[in-house]
Each structure stands twice: as structure tokens, then as C-alpha cells.
């Protein structure tokens, strides 16, 4: 065979560090330049080619319904529930089945390897991609590193390296781009784990988010935005620490997040096979959108595990999405005694469940149009999907 006649990622070689990537300011790190994979970077790259009805139609057989008030929000899926793994695993993010599920894949022999994210020894918060093939290093995976994490660029590990079957955890922007070049990999088989996400931050965004928000930010080893309207931190000395999402410095936050997720509408990862966050649970629950057969499969293997429940939904998120979207344009910062009396007034009345995870998609989706709308009106028509002007189109915007 000659050369010209190889695939282009055969041809291909990563892309040298500190070049500028492709996607440039909306790059979301995601890694898949960092591989051979760089050869499809123009058709794979989540910000350079929006594309969901055909990444639906690949890994599902068909696109969401957008007149499904389901399907509209939370995408293609087959069964959403809710869950607890029985026994929590020590230190993982929430209970830990994303963990789990790893660990029984490679168990039960299903995988050869799972595709997740170590951190550095040397920092808790800088991640590390790694294809686990034991379950030792997929324990050692718990728990979100919050930022943004090249874990496309351990493709360049596969060829060679005996692994034919592999599961994959990553978040939106990876797993877009992990599908576009699914055909071309050398797998036998790919299940996708997919996680939720939105406001990821560099590592030195996360700083500056760390300083303005928490009482102790060098001591903080775990934090989520909470169902109860909350940031909960937990610090190395065991205490905990929360902060009602009214509180935040709105102005000093407007900057930290990145770009790219400011421009992403891919907040329930449309792709994945099986999603696993805490957006459409109550308090302290997981939960679980099962996309398709696979995802079942997957489900299966913790399934037994797991202490489940019904999805349920309560409140009227509407008024609330509406008056966010003004402040947040505003960029009002309100007194701490305010803050604490609208954050306990919203975890009374405000929306719970499903309810709750429109109102955190709705908030998220009308801040980023507006934001592509101002700082990339060039690419704003083809890069909102379809389902997230449906969804905006329900509130007034400020001026773009
Ligand atoms: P664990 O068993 O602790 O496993 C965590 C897994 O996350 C590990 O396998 C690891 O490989 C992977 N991981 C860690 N950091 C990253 C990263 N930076 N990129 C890709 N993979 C990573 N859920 C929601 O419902 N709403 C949200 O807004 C939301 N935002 C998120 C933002 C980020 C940056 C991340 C990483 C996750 C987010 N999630 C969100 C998912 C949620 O926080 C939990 O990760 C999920 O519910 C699994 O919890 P667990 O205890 O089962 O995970
Ligand atoms: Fe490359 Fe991924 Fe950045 Fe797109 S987001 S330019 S595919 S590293």
C-alpha cells in the first residue's frame, strides 16, 4: 500500500504542543488533536461542525423528537431513572456508579480497557487522561477533575496496544468528537459513558473560581453545583463548606468560564450510550438517561447494585429561568443576606427533578446563545442545534 493510499489518520501525526488549535478560542481541550484523529478535526471538532442530528442518528438510529417535552430537553433515550449504588464508593464525586460501571466492565470482561481521567500527583484539579485496564486505575479515576481535560489524545495509545473493545467516560465535547471518528478507530467494539457538564474552566479559571467563591480555596478537594441551588465544597480537613448560587461574584465569574463552554448546547451529552449526572434527580440522587441497547447493557452490570427510583419532576421553573437571564446579563452580585434568603426560599418552592434540570438547561442555553450571538455572530446560525432554539425561543433576550 502506498502511502496516499493509507486512511488520513495513518498519514496523520498529532498536533505539535502549543500550536493553535483548529477551533482556536473555542477549543475545549477535548484532545483529539493530540492524536493521529487530528485528520478529521474540520468534521469531528464540536465547535467547527455542530452536528447532532447525525451524531443522534449514529449511536441511536434516530434524532431526538423535538416535539417530545422529554426527548426536546434531555434527548434520544429509552428510560430515565434515578439511583444510588447501595454501597458509595469513598471519595467519588456523588455515589460513584460511574466508577463502578467501569470496574464491572472490565470484570465482567465486556471491555479491554475504560477511557478515563486520573489526576497529576502533583494536583489534585490537573487531570489525566489514562486508558485503565485494571480496576485499580479506574477507581483511581473517582471523583470530576473540574476542567477541561485532553481525553481524546489516548487514542494515539490504541494502535498496537492489544485493546479491541473499550468503554469510554468523557463529557460532551469528547464524546462528539469520539464518535465522528468512531469508524476509523481499531476497536471491535466502543460503549460510551457519558457525563453531564457545563461552566468547566481552565485550570487557572479554576483558581479565580475557587478564590471568589469558597472561605479556604486552597483546601478544597471536591465541589458540585448542588439540586438544593448550593455549591457544596468539601475541604482536605473533612468540613464542608456551601455557598447558595445567589452569592456568587457574578461580575469576576463572567470571565472564568471557557469559551467553549459558553458556545456548547451539548449539556446531556447527546451522544453517549449511557448518561450518568445528578441534574434530574432530587437531593443526593443520581440520574440515569439510557439512550439505547447498549446503554442497557451497560446498565446491567450495576443495576443489581443499585437503590432506584422513580424520575420526578415539581415547581415551575419558567419565571425564575426569566429573571436569571436579566441579572446574570446585568452581572448583579447581591448582598450574602439576600442571597441566603432567595437561596432557601428557591430550595422550598423552586423547581425540583426533572423540573430542576430545565431550569439549570434553560439557564445555561439562553446565557450561551446570547453569548455566540455577541461573540461569534458569524457562526451563531449553524452552531445553536435545533432543539436549543426551540427551547430559547421561550424567553425574552436582552439585545445581542
Ligand atoms: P465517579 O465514580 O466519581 O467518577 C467520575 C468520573 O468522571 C471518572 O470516571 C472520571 O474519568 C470522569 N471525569 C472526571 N473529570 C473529568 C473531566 N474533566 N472530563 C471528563 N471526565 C471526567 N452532572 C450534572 O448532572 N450536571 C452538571 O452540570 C454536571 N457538570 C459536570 C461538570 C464536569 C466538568 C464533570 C467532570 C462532571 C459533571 N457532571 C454534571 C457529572 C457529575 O458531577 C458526576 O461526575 C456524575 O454524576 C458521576 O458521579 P459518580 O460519583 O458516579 O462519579
Ligand atoms: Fe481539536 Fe478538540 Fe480543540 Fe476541537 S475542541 S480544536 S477537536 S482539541
Given at each position: 500500500m502506498t502511502t496516499a493510499s493509507l486512511p488520513p489518520h495513518e498519514r496523520a501525526r498529532p498536533l505539535a504542543k502549543g500550536r493553535v488549535k483548529p477551533?482556536?478560542?473555542?477549543?475545549?481541550?477535548?484532545?483529539?488533536?493530540?492524536?493521529?484523529?487530528?485528520?478529521y478535526v474540520r468534521t469531528a471538532c464540536a465547535f467547527l461542525n455542530q452536528q447532532f442530528e447525525r451524531l443522534e442518528e449514529k449511536a441511536h438510529g434516530r434524532s431526538r423528537d423535538l416535539d417530545n417535552a422529554d426527548e426536546l430537553y434531555?434527548?434520544?433515550?429509552q428510560r430515565m431513572t434515578t439511583a444510588r449504588l447501595a454501597a458509595p464508593i469513598e471519595g467519588?464525586?456523588?455515589?460513584?456508579i460511574v466508577s463502578r460501571l467501569g470496574v464491572r466492565a472490565l470484570e465482567s470482561g465486556l471491555v479491554d480497557a475504560v477511557l478515563c481521567v486520573q489526576q497529576s500527583p502533583d494536583d489534585r484539579f490537573t487531570p489525566v487522561p489514562v486508558l485503565a485496564r485494571t480496576p485499580e486505575q479506574v477507581l483511581a479515576a473517582?471523583?470530576?477533575?473540574p476542567t477541561l481535560s485532553p481525553?481524546?489524545?489516548?487514542?494515539?495509545?490504541?494502535?498496537?496496544?492489544?485493546?479491541?473493545r473499550l468503554l469510554a467516560i468523557g463529557v460532551g465535547c469528547q464524546i462528539q468528537a469520539l464518535r465522528a471518528v468512531q469508524d476509523t478507530l481499531p476497536l471491535d467494539a466502543l460503549y460510551v459513558l457519558g457525563l453531564p457538564c457545563v461552566d468547566n474552566v481552565s485550570r487557572s479559571g479554576l483558581q479565580t473560581f475557587l478564590e471568589s467563591a469558597s472561605r479556604s480555596p486552597a483546601t478544597v478537594v471536591h465541589y458540585e453545583f448542588m439540586q438544593d441551588f448550593r455549591i457544596h465544597f468539601r475541604h482536605s480537613d473533612g468540613s464542608a463548606e456551601t455557598v447558595p448560587f445567589?452569592?456568587?461574584?457574578t461580575p469576576k465569574l463572567k470571565?472564568?468560564?471557557a469559551p467553549s463552554c459558553l458556545s456548547c448546547f451539548d449539556y446531556t451529552n447527546a451522544g453517549a450510550d449511557l448518561v450518568v449526572g445528578y441534574?434530574?434527580?432530587?437531593?443526593?440522587r443520581q440520574w440515569l438517561v439510557v439512550r439505547n441497547p447498549k446503554g442497557q447493557q451497560l446498565l446491567d452490570l450495576v443495576e443489581a447494585e443499585l437503590d432506584l427510583a422513580p424520575v420526578s419532576s415539581g415547581g415551575d421553573r419558567r419565571a425564575a429561568v426569566q429573571q436569571g437571564i436579566e441579572a446574570y446579563d446585568k452581572a448583579i452580585r447581591l448582598p450574602g443576606w439576600l442571597a441566603e434568603l432567595v437561596g432557601v426560599f428557591v430550595q422550598r418552592f423552586g423547581p425540583k427533578g426533572l423540573e430542576y434540570g430545565r431550569f439549570s438547561i434553560d439557564s445555561h442555553f439562553t446565557r450561551n446563545a446570547l453569548w455566540v450571538r455577541r461573540h461569534h455572530p458569524e457562526i451563531a446560525e449553524q452552531h445553536i442545534p435545533a432543539f436549543a432554539k426551540k427551547i430559547i425561543g421561550r424567553y425574552r433576550l436582552p439585545a445581542a
Open positions: 477551533a482556536r478560542d473555542l477549543c475545549s481541550d477535548c484532545g483529539l488533536c493530540d492524536s493521529r484523529w487530528v485528520a434531555f434527548g434520544v433515550h467519588a464525586q456523588w455515589t460513584g473517582r471523583v470530576n477533575k481525553n481524546l489524545q489516548v487514542l494515539e495509545q490504541l494502535p498496537g496496544s492489544g485493546i479491541r445567589f452569592a456568587l461574584d470571565g472564568v468560564f441534574m434530574g434527580a432530587s437531593f443526593g
